[in-house]
Each structure stands twice: as structure tokens, then as C-alpha cells.
């Protein structure tokens, strides 16, 4: 079993800046990539940013040029440095693990980031 823990989230006003991170644990064989998703009441859950194996980075348009995904040096935690927040970044941020194995795909459990204008 896999266990994602997000942190990070909270209120900020406009123009700030917040960290989110998520420490993958348990037993995890094959990671292919680890990515945030966002998702706001009434629509679909979107995709934020994604981080492979081999470290390439991919992102959102929307989020381009101010968020940032890392990971640590196990390649299980990885961290969204998100900057210039406006309001239409309000959601609540999930993490995804995906793996080769089934099932496949790993949730957490939400982090709420509220950006105020």
C-alpha cells in the first residue's frame, strides 16, 4: 500500500507565494511520475505540473513561469513552489503518484489553497 501526505496549503492573498509537498510512502515499487492536480467545485480535476522518473518537468499553461515542481533525492517527496498566486488558483491541490504496477495511479487526500484578491 501506498500513502500520500500533502502539506502546505492555506490562504494567501494575491501575488504570494505558497509551497505544497507530498511525501510518498509505503510500498513503492516503479514510480513512473508524481504530479499535482487541482480540482474546484463544478468542474474536472485538472492537471498542475508532473515530474518523471528521469526528472523532466511539465506544466499546466496556466501555471507556467510561476509554479515550480521538485522533488528530493529519493525521488519520493516532491515539492510545487508556487508564485504569483491569483485567485483563479484557488482548489484544492492533489497529489498523484503512478506507477507501473497496479493500480497504477495514487491519490492524497487534498490540500485547500485559497488565494484572496
Known amino acids: 500500500q501506498v500513502h500520500l501526505v500533502e502539506s502546505g496549503g492555506g490562504l494567501v492573498q494575491a501575488g504570494g507565494s505558497l509551497r505544497l509537498s507530498c511525501a510518498a510512502s509505503g510500498s513503492i515499487f516503479s514510480i513512473n511520475a508524481m504530479a499535482w492536480y487541482r480540482q474546484v467545485p463544478g468542474k474536472q480535476r485538472e492537471l498542475v505540473a508532473t515530474?518523471?522518473?528521469?526528472?523532466?518537468?511539465d506544466y499546466a499553461d496556466s501555471v507556467k513561469g510561476r509554479f515550480t515542481l521538485s522533488r528530493d533525492n529519493t525521488k519520493t517527496t516532491v515539492y510545487l513552489q508556487m508564485n504569483s498566486l491569483k485567485s483563479e488558483d484557488t482548489a484544492v491541490y492533489y497529489c498523484?503518484?503512478?506507477?507501473?504496477?497496479?493500480?497504477?495511479?495514487?491519490w492524497g487526500q487534498g490540500t485547500q489553497v485559497t488565494v484572496s484578491s
Open positions: 515530474i518523471t522518473t528521469g526528472g523532466s518537468t
Open positions: 498523484n503518484l503512478q506507477t507501473a504496477t497496479w493500480p497504477y495511479s495514487y
